[in-house]
C-alpha cells in the first residue's frame, strides 16, 4: 500500500493577517474519492461549496496545518524557503508511524522547482518519502486541490477572528483589495494593528517611507 500526502497554501500574498499550509494524507488508491467529492482548487470554489467540502475532508482523511503569523513572515528573509520549512513540518507529522510507501505532491511556490523540492527533501525526516513539488498542483491533482481547501478555510477563520477581537473590517487582507489599502494606510503605524500586518510588505514598506519623507 502506498500514501499520498498532498499539501498547498492560503494567504501567502495578502498583507494582513497569516499564511497557512495544509497537508492531507490518503491512501493513493482512494484519490479518485476525493475527485468524486468535489474537491478542486480551492480558488474555484464558491465559500458554502468550499467550507461544506473542508468540513467533510477533514472528516474522513488525517490532515495537518502549520499557521504562520505576520511576525514570523517579517522575520524570515526568504518566504520560500519559510514555506518549505512549514511543508516539511507537516510531512514529518502526517508521516509519523505510517510505515508504508508515502508520495508527497506539493504545490510549489518558486519558479526553481528542483531546488526548492531539494530543500523540502533535506528537511524531510523519513528519506524514504518520495517529495514531488509543481506548479498548477492544486489544480491537476486531487489530494493538492483537498489540501488548497482546508488551507483557505483555516484562513478565512483566522481573518474573522481577527475582525472579530480587533473589532475591525480591512476586507480580504489582499493589496489589491481598496478596503485593506485605506486601512492599512491609517493603520500601518498603530501598534494596536501591528500583530496582524505583515510589516515587510511593499504595501507597508511604501507608506513608512512616504512618512519619513513628510518629516
Given at each position: 500500500?502506498?500514501?499520498?500526502?498532498?499539501?498547498?497554501?492560503?494567504g501567502?500574498?495578502p498583507?494582513?493577517g497569516?499564511m497557512?499550509l495544509?497537508?492531507?494524507?490518503?491512501?493513493?488508491?482512494?484519490?479518485h474519492?476525493l475527485?468524486e467529492?468535489g474537491?478542486k482548487d480551492?480558488k474555484?470554489l464558491?465559500p458554502?461549496?468550499r467550507?461544506a467540502?473542508?468540513?467533510?475532508?477533514?472528516k474522513?482523511?488525517?490532515?495537518?496545518a502549520e499557521?504562520?503569523?505576520p511576525?514570523?513572515?517579517d522575520?524570515s528573509d526568504?518566504?520560500?524557503n519559510?514555506?518549505?520549512?512549514?511543508?516539511?513540518?507537516?510531512?514529518?507529522?502526517?508521516?509519523d508511524?505510517?510505515k508504508?510507501?508515502?508520495?508527497?505532491i506539493?504545490?510549489?511556490?518558486?519558479v526553481?522547482?528542483?531546488?526548492?523540492?531539494?530543500?523540502?527533501?533535506?528537511?524531510?525526516i523519513?528519506?524514504?518519502?518520495?517529495?514531488?513539488?509543481?506548479?498548477?498542483?492544486?489544480?491537476?491533482?486531487?489530494s493538492?486541490s483537498?489540501a488548497?481547501?482546508?488551507a483557505?478555510e483555516i484562513r478565512?477563520?483566522?481573518v474573522?477572528?481577527?475582525?472579530?477581537?480587533?473589532?475591525?473590517?480591512?476586507?480580504?487582507?489582499y493589496?489589491?483589495d481598496?478596503?485593506t489599502i485605506?486601512f492599512?494606510?491609517?493603520n500601518?503605524?498603530?501598534?494596536?494593528?501591528?500583530?496582524?500586518i505583515?510589516h515587510?510588505w511593499?504595501?507597508?514598506k511604501?507608506?513608512?517611507n512616504?512618512q519619513?519623507?513628510?518629516?
Amino acid at each position: 500500500m502506498t500514501y499520498l500526502i498532498g499539501i498547498d497554501d492560503a494567504g501567502r500574498g495578502p498583507v494582513i493577517g497569516p499564511m497557512i499550509l495544509a497537508g492531507i494524507l490518503i491512501k493513493k488508491e482512494d484519490e479518485h474519492k476525493l475527485k468524486e467529492m468535489g474537491a478542486k482548487d480551492s480558488k474555484l470554489l464558491l465559500p458554502t461549496k468550499r467550507k461544506a467540502l473542508s468540513l467533510e475532508i477533514k472528516k474522513n482523511y488525517p490532515y495537518h496545518a502549520e499557521i504562520t503569523y505576520p511576525s514570523e513572515i517579517d522575520a524570515s528573509d526568504n518566504l520560500n524557503n519559510l514555506e518549505a520549512i512549514k511543508a516539511a513540518m507537516i510531512i514529518n507529522k502526517l508521516a509519523d508511524k505510517i510505515k508504508e510507501d508515502i508520495e508527497v505532491i506539493i504545490d510549489c511556490p518558486s519558479v526553481n522547482i528542483k531546488a526548492w523540492n531539494s530543500f523540502v527533501e533535506k528537511l524531510v525526516i523519513n528519506k524514504k518519502i518520495k517529495v514531488v513539488s509543481e506548479h498548477k498542483a492544486d489544480f491537476n491533482h486531487p489530494s493538492v486541490s483537498a489540501a488548497s481547501i482546508i488551507a483557505k478555510e483555516i484562513r478565512e477563520d483566522e481573518v474573522s477572528k481577527i475582525k472579530k477581537e480587533l473589532q475591525i473590517d480591512f476586507g480580504s487582507g489582499y493589496p489589491a483589495d481598496p478596503r485593506t489599502i485605506d486601512f492599512i494606510t491609517k493603520n500601518f503605524d498603530n501598534e494596536k494593528f501591528s500583530g496582524i500586518i505583515r510589516h515587510s510588505w511593499g504595501t507597508v514598506k511604501k507608506l513608512k517611507n512616504n512618512q519619513k519623507k513628510l518629516f
